[in-house]
């Protein structure tokens, strides 16, 4: 991820859920990109309820993949989070992504910093689709 306006740029996973309607970025990301932007109440619906929670509002961010092959996305806003609901034991371990060769690329070392919401829906339109045998994860 980086700010839209500035050459920084910070690796990190993000969380593709198709059932959000908006981007969360982690305050310790954030704070690796040097970005803030205005404290508001936001209202969040889940299947358990609604709850209203305190974040910045964040503006100006783009996301890009990695190697720069592709266009960085524009993120119009996002919203800041203490962390991610996600779990790092969903990513592949070296040891497994080392015998899937489309996961060889996992690194352990970055965190996962982003749950990018339908709001951005190139994010989700896939480039290349490529599966393994039957039970393996595809990529």
């Known amino acids: 991820m980086i700010p839209h306006d500035d050459p920084t740029r910070v690796p990190t996973y993000a969380v ?3 059932q959000s309607t908006d981007v969360f970025v982690t305050d310790a990301l954030l704070e690796k ?3 803030g932007g205005p404290q508001i109440s ?3 619906n889940t299947i358990v309820g609604v709850n209203s929670i305190h974040t910045r509002k964040v503006s100006g961010l783009c996301v890009r993949d990695v190697e720069g092959r592709h266009q960085p996305m524009k993120v119009n806003h996002a919203y800041s989070r ?3 609901p996600a779990d790092k034991n969903d990513i592949a371990t070296p040891k497994i992504a080392h015998q899937i060769a489309h996961h060889i690329h996992y690194r352990p070392d970055v965190e996962i910093g982003m749950l990018i919401g339908r709001n951005v829906p190139t994010a989700f339109q896939p480039l290349n689709i ?3 045998i039957e039970d393996e994860p595809w990529a």
């Open 33 to 35: 990109i040097n970005t």
């Open 42 to 44: 936001l209202e969040v």
């Open 82 to 84: 203490e962390d991610i």
């Open 16 to 18: 593709l859920d198709d």
């Open 130 to 132: 490529i599966y393994g």
